[in-house]
C-alpha cells in the first residue's frame, strides 16, 4: 500500500515534517512555566509572599481570595509561589501539603470533600470514603495533614462552580466549603491550614451563608487583564518553542496587538500563536507570518463561536442568524443593526420557514443573552422626538462568520442560505423605510 507520492506508510511516518516547532509543549496552555516565563506579575507575587509569610513560622495564614478574568495568571502564579514556600520549608526541615482543588467538574460539597481526599499526598495515605459523610471526610482529611505535615495550604480553583445547594437548604455548596476548611483549625486538631479561593466572578461571595461571613475573611489578590506590552513579553518568553528564525519579526506583535484588542487572555494569545504555527506548518511553509495569525484567528473564533452556538435553541439561532444577516446582507454597510429592522426581518424568515414566531418581550431577552455571551453590544438610540427610543444592536463577532457558523449548524437555518437574495432585498427594503 502506498500513500501521497508514492511513498510507503513507512517512508511517510519516517519523514521529518518541515522545521517549524523546536518545542510545542512550551505552547501548552496547561503547562505551568518556570519563573523566567513570568510576566507582570511582580505586585501579585509580593502578595502573596508577605500573605504566606506565617506558614515559614508555623502560624495560619489569613485566608486569600484570588480574582480576575480567564488567563490572567491566577492559577499559574498561586500554584509557583505555593511550590517555593514548599521548597523554603523543605530547607529548613519542615513540610508543607500543597493540595489543589479544581471545582470545574464539581457539583457537590461531598464530591469536593472526596477530591480533596484523593489529593492527599502519598505519605498522608489514602482514605476510605465510602459510607461516610461530608463532615466525617473531611475530619479525616484534616487529620491527615496534622500528623503528616507541619503547614498546610488548600487551594480551591474555580469555587463558586459549587453551586448545588447543601441539604436540601438555599446554602451553596461552595459557602459550606469555605465554612469547613476556614474554621478546620477550631473543628479540628490542625493548627497550620492556609485558605486561597480562586475565582473568575468575586461577587460570588454576595451569596455566603452569614456564618461563614465571621470565618471566611480573606485577604484580596487582584489579577487584571495583560496589555499589549506584557502579552508580547510572554510570548517572547515562549519563542523558544519554534525554531530559531522560523517567526516572521512582526508575527509576535501582532499576535500580542490582537489578544490584548479582544481579551487581555495569556492563555489564547499563546493558543493563537501555535494554531498559526500549525497552519504554517500545514502547508510547508518556511516561515510563520501574519497572514498565519489571521487565519489561526479565524479558526479560534470559529471554534468559539461554534461551541457557543451549540448552546443555543433553534429558535434563539434563528433570532442571531436574523440579526447577524442584517449587518451581514445590506447592500451598503452598517454600523448596527436597529432592533426594529431586526425584527421586521426575523418574521419574515419565520414566514419562508417552519419556525414559529416568538413574541417581542422573549425577543428581547434572547438580544440580552447574546449581549450577556458577548456577540453583541447594544445601545439606545432615537431618529427625533416624535419617533421614540429603539435599541441597536452593534457586532462584536464577525456577522459573516456568525451567519456561516449558523448556517452549518442547523439544516433549518442553512436552507436560509438559497433564499439570501430575496432576504437581502428585504433587509434593504426594511433599513431604507426604518431610515427615511
Not at 509569610?53 to 508555623?58: A, I
Not at 479525616?140 to 448545588?164: M, P, Q, T, Y
Not at 479540628?188 to 486561597?196: P, Q
Not at 479565524?298 to 434563539?316: C, F, I, M, P
Request: net charge negative.
Amino acid at each position: 500500500m502506498t500513500g501521497s507520492g508514492n511513498l510507503s506508510i513507512g517512508d511517510m511516518v519516517r519523514t521529518e515534517e518541515p522545521a517549524i516547532f523546536r518545542n510545542r509543549k512550551l505552547l501548552s496552555t496547561s503547562r505551568i512555566v518556570d519563573e523566567d516565563r513570568i510576566v507582570g506579575r511582580e505586585e501579585q507575587i509580593q502578595s502573596y509572599v508577605t500573605l504566606l509569610q506565617s506558614l515559614k513560622t508555623g502560624d495560619t495564614p489569613p485566608d486569600i481570595l484570588v480574582y480576575g478574568p480567564s488567563g490572567t495568571g491566577k492559577s499559574l502564579i498561586t500554584h509557583r509561589v505555593a511550590s517555593e514556600f514548599q521548597t523554603v520549608l523543605a530547607e529548613s526541615g519542615k513540610s508543607l501539603a500543597v493540595i489543589e482543588l479544581n471545582c470545574q467538574w464539581l457539583n457537590t460539597n461531598y464530591q469536593a470533600a472526596v477530591e480533596l481526599a484523593e489529593s492527599l499526598p502519598p505519605e498522608a495515605g489514602s482514605i476510605t470514603v465510602q459510607g461516610k459523610s461530608t463532615q466525617k471526610v473531611l475530619k479525616e482529611f484534616f487529620k491527615r495533614l496534622e500528623e503528616n505535615f507541619d503547614a498546610s495550604l488548600v487551594i480551591v480553583d474555580e469555587v463558586d462552580h459549587l453551586v448545588n445547594p447543601v441539604d436540601n437548604t438555599d446554602e451553596p455548596a461552595y459557602s459550606s466549603l469555605l465554612y469547613q476548611l476556614s474554621r478546620a483549625e477550631d473543628l479540628t486538631d490542625i493548627e497550620t491550614l492556609g485558605v486561597i479561593a480562586i475565582t473568575n466572578a468575586p461577587d460570588f461571595v454576595e451569596e455566603l451563608d452569614p456564618r461563614v461571613d465571621s470565618s471566611f475573611n480573606p485577604r484580596d489578590i487582584v489579577f487584571s487583564d495583560y496589555d499589549a506590552n506584557q502579552l508580547r513579553q510572554i510570548l517572547y518568553r515562549r519563542e523558544d518553542a519554534f525554531v530559531e528564525g522560523v517567526l516572521s519579526d512582526d508575527v509576535i506583535p501582532y499576535v500580542a496587538a490582537l489578544a490584548a484588542q479582544d481579551h487581555g487572555d495569556a492563555r489564547k494569545a499563546v493558543d493563537l500563536l501555535r494554531t498559526a504555527g500549525a497552519l504554517a506548518l500545514d502547508e510547508d511553509a518556511e516561515k510563520v507570518y501574519k497572514h498565519h495569525v489571521d487565519r489561526a484567528q479565524e479558526e479560534v473564533e470559529r471554534d468559539r463561536l461554534l461551541e457557543q452556538a451549540n448552546g443555543y435553541s433553534s429558535g434563539k439561532k434563528l433570532v442571531l442568524f436574523a440579526t447577524a444577516a442584517v449587518h451581514a446582507w445590506s447592500s451598503d454597510p452598517i454600523d448596527s443593526v436597529p432592533n426594529p429592522v431586526m425584527q421586521q426581518v426575523y418574521s419574515f424568515m419565520c414566514d419562508i420557514t417552519e419556525f414559529s414566531e416568538k413574541s417581542q418581550p422573549t425577543l428581547s431577552r434572547y438580544v440580552d443573552e447574546f449581549e450577556q455571551g458577548g456577540l453583541i453590544e447594544t445601545s439606545h438610540a432615537s431618529k427625533g422626538v416624535s419617533t421614540g427610543v429603539y435599541r441597536q444592536i452593534k457586532m462584536a463577532r464577525s456577522s459573516e462568520l456568525l451567519v456561516e457558523t449558523l448556517s452549518e449548524n442547523d439544516s433549518s437555518i442553512h436552507d436560509l442560505l438559497d433564499d439570501r437574495e430575496l432576504i437581502s432585498s428585504v433587509v434593504d427594503t426594511k433599513l431604507n423605510e426604518f431610515y427615511t
